[in-house]
């Protein structure tokens, strides 16, 4: 952030700087040296980054400053100073038609990132805070900047059978994991209305994927699958029911700060979905307690394989053991920060992170 502000500062008066250097570099030296370079960078710097009226100041103050370093060698207009002004002036007029390319195009990438943003938002809608009296946050960290669609997913849905959740990553970037992402997220909140078991609503994603996969062409799309774990709370329990898919192990915090991995059973694991075709492997459920005050942690790799300059993996459960938060909303701004601090702001992968808590 505070290179941010510096760099900021530091365009705004690059410009006055540059003016200011031409007009030392021309009143130090003997007539016919010229600091017309310097003179017209001023408003070629300014056009990108500021307004037209910006651009246009620039060019008047390069010219004023022209006229005003020349009448100390003459009060006479010679050829020499109309042609350097001329050249100024010129180079004023190119920067202000970049100044409204330039805007022009900030104002396409602000409606194509409106538009992203209300895609994202209809594909990958915000949980409420309280589901099934369970207490809601979710968050999703894009890896680039400004970016707002990406494969990453995450659904909470109160069904006869409890609360079920589904946290996913989907193989690939662009719209074909965005499609993916809408098909996980519709399948499920059908399959967990009427699905009686947790199984049965991974059946219905993985026949869903299958089917999505035969209308996608590319190698790419062919090869695609996604890892998700999903969850059941059922109501008036204190505990957890977790079908794991090839995904990151959910972690459960509880109120005295102790640490859980909710691991898979015996360790063997079922594919990821959308990988029916290379065998097929049983679903297991694992429950967990889920008491009163413990949080449920499920997020996607790019928490746990966040990397640090020396290639470093950020290990959620070590970093939270011990540590107790107000509630979910607080623990995901946290894990957000220290992932962001932890990677020095260079995550490679898109994050996405939900918590439930048991008041």
Known sequence: MADSRGTRWFLRVLPVLLILGGACYEYVTPSGFSGAPLFSAAPLVTAPFFSLRSTILAGLGSVLAILVVHFRYTQR????????????????????FINQIVRRGNEQLDSARRIAQAAQFAVLP???????????????????????????????????HGVRIVVGDVRGKGMGAVSAVAVVIGAFREA??????????????????????????GIDDFEGFTTA???????????????????PEPILLLGDGTVRMIPIVDGVGALPLGMGELGSWPDRVAEAEFPAGATLLLYTDGLSEARDAEGVFYDPAARLAGRIFPGPDELLLSLAAEVRAHTGGGATDDMALLAVRRP
């Open 229 to 247: 774990v999903l969850a059941e709370i059922p109501h008036g329990e204190q505990r957890v029911r977790i079908v794991n898919r090839g995904h």
């Open 126 to 160: 915000e949980p409420a805070d309280r589901i099934g009296g369970l207490a809601i946050a979710a968050r999703y960290e894009a890896a680039q900047a400004g970016a707002f669609i990406g494969g990453d997913l995450y659904a909470v849905q109160d069904t006869p």
């Open 192 to 217: 967990a209305e009427q699905e009686g078991s947790l199984e049965a609503v991974a059946l219905r994603l993985e026949r869903a994927l299958a089917r999505e996969g035969t209308r996608r062409d």
């Open 77 to 96: 207009v010679g050829t020499d100073i109309v042609t350097e002004m001329a050249t100024v002036a010129t180079v004023c007029v190119l920067a202000c």
